[in-house]
């Protein structure tokens, strides 16, 4: 006779039929949806909260590349050299002066954002502190006159020296052909030498090399003078090669070059995950009850995983920031956009610069190699003292997409 089916304590019982088994949903499958609902919440909140991280899968540029801190600084530097228009006083020039500030500057297709950078450099030094810097204002062109900037009267009511090619008629045609030719990586290169060149002649500490497209945070220069002399004192019996003003964030995400460190980290936490889980278990009755070998499996072999993936979608900036500071910063620093370099070691970077003039290569690329080669320590500053403007590039339209891409994120965090 078949027996009538009845439910016991929430289970749905019938003798023939079912044997007694559960229709609930069973421990590991409350565990994935309750796991689901809180990843979308999770992506959601990581949406809103990575989405200035170029090394996140949630960044976004329409929010990144929002000009906060740097149009504050914009504003102060445009005030600043509307106040030097006006002015009939000329800088005093010193002997041995702290830092040669050198700034070469070439005329571009479309917008000068050269008067900023030497605003925002400028702007807010105390008079002790301007005292201290030679800037030298290269035109980095055979005919500086063609440059917008090369008449406006500002310029000479700020800059110490007003730096043209001094060089013999066939040299300067040789630079002209490289100009008409666009062989923008030797003539980068020869004008870069030939500026440490005369900043070094001026006797200077410190020679600090800047493009004419940057913005300089407030305070900047008391920051750097002092990061500078703590170099000094942690690298008394070694050489350096700079400190670093500027560099890109894009360059620090998941490398893949350091895929195996990333696989043996998530093997060993998955590891460590079920060896916690199992050894729990066989030790707590009341994991016993719930913790079955389903369960861990949902949570090893899916929420773990999904959590990883998570880690790694939310960006290397995001879940290891650079700390804050001063310290070493010998790979992926990118560009030349700001470098303060120490007064012994600018002989061999210029022969280093010099001998590569032929070559395909940028200027901060052939120094790296060099100091990698002689083991020489670069540091930087962390978030960067300079802000890289320059959506016009000074080598032509072809070049502004890259360009637009040298950003620092950090640097619009400055109030």
Same mark, same amino acid.
């Given at each position: 006779m078949r027996l009538k089916p009845t439910i016991i304590l929430g289970r749905f019982h019938d003798h023939a039929d079912l044997n007694g088994h559960s229709l609930l949903p069973s421990t590991s499958f409350w565990i994935i949806l309750c796991y689901l609902l809180l990843y979308?919440?999770?992506? &959601?909140?990581?949406?809103?909260?990575?989405?200035?991280?170029?090394?996140?899968? #949630?960044?976004?540029?329409?929010?990144?590349?929002?000009?906060?801190?740097?149009?504050?600084? =914009?504003?102060?530097?445009?005030a600043f050299v509307e106040a030097a228009n006006r002015s009939t006083v000329t800088p005093i020039s010193h002997p041995n002066p702290s830092i040669c500030l050198g700034i070469p500057t070439m005329a571009r297709w479309e917008e000068q954002y050269v008067r900023r950078t030497v605003g925002s450099l400028l702007q807010g030094l105390t008079e002790a502190q301007r005292n201290g810097i030679h800037l030298v204002v290269f035109f980095a062109q055979t005919n500086p006159q063609q440059h917008p900037i090369y008449h406006e009267p500002w310029l000479r009511n700020v800059a110490n020296e007003i730096l043209q090619y001094g060089v013999g008629d066939e040299e300067l045609a040789r630079l002209h052909s490289l100009e008409k030719e666009h062989q923008y990586w030797n003539k980068s290169m020869y004008d870069y030498e030939y500026l440490l060149k005369k900043c070094f002649d001026t006797e200077a500490d410190w020679v600090m090399l800047v493009e004419d497209d940057v913005l300089a945070k407030e305070g900047g220069y008391l920051q750097a003078m002092t990061a500078l002399e703590?170099?000094?004192?942690?690298?008394?019996?070694? @050489?350096?090669?700079?400190?670093? %003003? #500027?560099?890109? =964030?894009?360059? /620090? +995400?998941?490398?893949?070059? =350091? &895929?195996?460190?990333?696989?043996a980290w998530s093997l060993l936490? /998955?590891?460590?995950?079920?060896?916690?889980?199992?050894?729990?278990?066989?030790?707590?009755?009341?994991l016993r009850k719930h913790?079955?070998?389903?369960?861990?499996?949902?949570?090893?072999? #899916?929420?773990?995983?999904?959590?990883? %993936?998570?880690?790694?979608?939310? +960006?290397?900036?995001?879940?290891?920031?650079?700390?804050?500071g001063l310290h070493r910063m010998e790979q992926f620093g990118c560009c030349s956009q700001g470098l303060i370099y120490p007064r012994q070691v600018v002989p061999r970077a210029m022969d280093t610069v010099k001998h590569a003039t032929n070559q395909r290569c940028y200027v901060d690329m052939t120094l790296e190699r060099w100091a990698d080669s002689e083991g020489l320590a670069r540091f930087a500053l962390v978030?960067?003292?300079?802000?890289?403007?320059?959506?016009?590039?000074?080598?032509?339209?072809?070049?502004? @997409?890259?360009?637009?891409?040298? &950003?620092?994120?950090? #640097? @619009?965090?400055?109030?």
């Open positions: 979308v919440v999770t992506y &959601w909140y990581c949406t809103h909260a990575y989405q200035r991280d170029p090394t996140s899968f #949630f960044f976004d540029p329409s929010e990144a590349y929002k000009r906060v801190y740097s149009s504050k600084r =914009e504003r102060q530097a445009d703590y170099i000094q004192i942690l690298m008394e019996k070694h @050489e350096w090669l700079y400190l670093r %003003l #500027f560099y890109t =964030e894009k360059l /620090f +995400g998941w490398n893949s070059e =350091e &895929w195996p460190r990333y696989l936490t /998955f590891l460590v995950t079920v060896t916690t889980l199992i050894i729990g278990r066989s030790c707590s009755r009341h913790l079955s070998n389903d369960a861990i499996a949902a949570l090893c072999c #899916f929420c773990l995983p999904a959590t990883i %993936l998570m880690y790694f979608m939310a +960006g290397r900036l995001s879940m290891q920031p650079l700390p804050l978030p960067p003292l300079l802000q890289h403007i320059g959506s016009k590039s000074s080598k032509g339209s072809k070049f502004d @997409e890259g360009a637009n891409s040298i &950003w620092n994120f950090a #640097f @619009e965090d400055y109030l």
